[in-house]
């Protein structure tokens, strides 16, 4: 079979792609430097790279453009039984590139790429390079490891995988993931506390929830619950009600004491929730932010020693997360606000209606804070089986973080000066493993004046240097864009060749087109952390620092059906356009996440060298000792945290047994929460390996909490 694309001729013979380069080139310039054969000087994945995405593609760059003076070459692609993987071939748009497309997804395994000039012995090809990578047998992203919390999924439901997402950034490491489907009674039996992804179920399952509701005290979170699971939240569910609306939270009393007072938006649609008598409202709906509280978005029926408690949400706040965090999936692919090309804030930007965000909020981490009434929610809820420990979002206890990170256009030496000067004001014998250091991400273009000397110095010193991925600041589609990657890399490793893997990604001009495909697209190459959110144009901003996604916490996206794609969106808060003299903003923004108001984040920056933005982060960084980190550390920070996890949690009488498994690349600076309160009295200490734990107290959200490093091993709280 062959497939024509201008003079770009693709072949499928015997379940190997084979390019050949004589009727690729027929008719083109033979370039004088390429009368010799061409070199491949680096290819896509890595060899030995272990983590390759199903989805990704294979290349390999060469030293100069492919001519017919450069060879007649075939790439092949084996599985590890050394059968061949069908797909198609291509060049690069700059024709240094010889691009293999899988004909579908890559099963796990081991597999082998090979170039081959075909003419280069009379015996037969010689592989010009041969390099092998794996494809991992990884459990889905929504599976947790397990724990007191079982997360029901519906697989029709909106954004249900999402909820494992929730619960990893909020640190409750303690759940397992099922199938509505799968439910038993026993796997029931078997946990402390649900979270039913739909309220709306068949019959039999059902039956059992509120068996295990009514007489085994199980603990039930029911999103837009309808019929019997309804009844079991104490709530009559009369249809549909406001759709991307307000919600006020009750803010004096557990669980929403400590969470913003003010309206806060979620996006979606609600159910108009009538309660019955002895349910209580835990925030309110609104179809506005001045309107009075209306119609309860969150309700909880308390239990009792015969009956587990219920609460009912009227929306989907996977599903709401989602769209707060990701913008309006109705407006992709649309210019909003007349600066082209189509960025990620045109998801937010309402043109001549209203924004999606409403910026009078911005200030808040609306996501966040909903997130953190649902965590709230599960420890409130769950007392009578003894205190619930959780996760801290990040290093040493910190309530924010810096995420250094510039794109250099070019400038002679815009990166070394900074790199030089974070590593000049770092603490003296200070450790980058423990973020003691200053560290930065600098996304380079290939005419960047860094050496690759300095580069190779920096990046082993812990500083994250990678390709500015450009499109040339046109919108893209998806094929567009894979060549855009592969151009773009392609450029950046035939100059900086010994760098380890690219695990991030901030797009020149920030093109992004639709509302997930380019995070796909970035886990397909390899990268895992987005910064992309660009909180920005100036006129719409107005100085007003805070959240554009609602978040200053990394987080999965999810993809146009609600799936989760194995890459983290970290918003640009700070951008250079926006806030460049005008330090008084970010201080707010600073001031907001370690004062009172509890805002935490980390939050991403951007600067190209254009202006002083970074020196005046930097100095603010260090006047209020807050960590300066890459987008690389942060993202090996958050596999980390999400790895380590709770085991065999067990309460008895005031004495609360559980086990730690803390990864090592948390490298130490983890921490444990455990509430200082329950339901038998007061913690009075904890051990482990026979010692006294040291640990400090503080409130968070309206919770007082034990703050202890988190450690692999077992341990045991008291109460009285």
Partial sequence: MKLLRG????????????????????????????????????????????????????????????????????????????????????????????????SRALDPGKYVASVRDKATTVSGPADLTTWSFSVPDQAPLAEGPGGSILLILDGAGEFATNYSEILRVEGLNTFETISVDDLTPKILSAHQLAILSTGSVEPEKEEMISGWVENENGNLIAMEPTGKIAELAGV?????????????????????????????????????????????????????ATDPPGPPAITLKSGNEAHGSVAAYAFNLAKSTALTRQGNPEWAGQERDGIAPIRSNDLFFGSNGRDYLDLSKAHVPQADEQMRLFANLIGYMNQDNGP??????????SKAILVMASDDHGTPNGTATMFQQLDELSPYGCSVDHW?????????????????????????????????????????????????????????????????????????????????TQATAERSWGMRIDMNYYYWPGEWVRGRSGFMTGSGLPMRFSDSSGGLVNVFQQETHLVDEVFVSNPEAVERLLARATGPEGFYGAFGTHYDFSNEFDVELVDIAIRNSIPMVSAKQLLEWTDARNASNFKNTNWDQGVLSFELDIDPGTHGMLRTMLPTGSVDGSLTGIRSRGEDITFMVETVKGVEYAIFDAASGSFVATYK
């Fill in 236 to 288: 009559t569910n009369h249809g549909p009600g406001v759709d991307d609306g307000y919600v006020h939270i009750d803010s004096a009393q557990a669980p929403g004491e400590g969470i913003v007072a003010e309206p806060i938006q979620f996006h979606g649609e609600s159910g108009l929730l009538e309660m019955e008598y002895g349910t209580r409202a835990i925030a309110s709906l609104q179809a506005t």
């Fill in 436 to 516: 003691e250091c200053f560290r930065a991400t600098s996304w380079l273009t290939s005419n960047s004046g860094l050496s690759i000397d300095a580069a190779k110095n920096y990046s082993d010193r812990g500083f994250d240097v990678g390709a500015h991925v450009s499109t040339g600041c046109a919108d893209w589609n998806a094929r567009s864009l894979m060549l855009a990657f592969s151009q773009s890399l392609g450029e950046f490793r035939s100059k900086y060749r010994n760098l380890p893997p690219q695990t991030g990604n901030r797009m020149h001009c920030i093109a992004w087109s639709d509302w997930s």
């Fill in 388 to 397: 619930m420990p959780k996760f801290w979002y990040f290093p040493k206890f």
């Fill in 7 to 102: 003079s770009a001729k693709r072949k499928i013979l015997a379940g190997v792609a084979i390019l050949s380069l004589a009727a690729l080139t027929a008719g083109s310039v033979v370039y004088a430097q390429a009368e010799r054969e061409a070199e491949i000087i680096s290819h896509f994945p890595r060899d030995g790279s272990k983590f390759v995405s199903r989805a990704a593609s294979v290349v390999a760059w060469l030293d100069r453009p492919i001519t017919q003076q450069t060879g007649d070459l075939d790439l092949l692609l084996y599985d590890r039984h050394g059968f061949s993987i069908d797909g198609a071939l291509e060049l690069g748009v700059d024709r240094r590139s010889i691009i293999f497309e899988p």
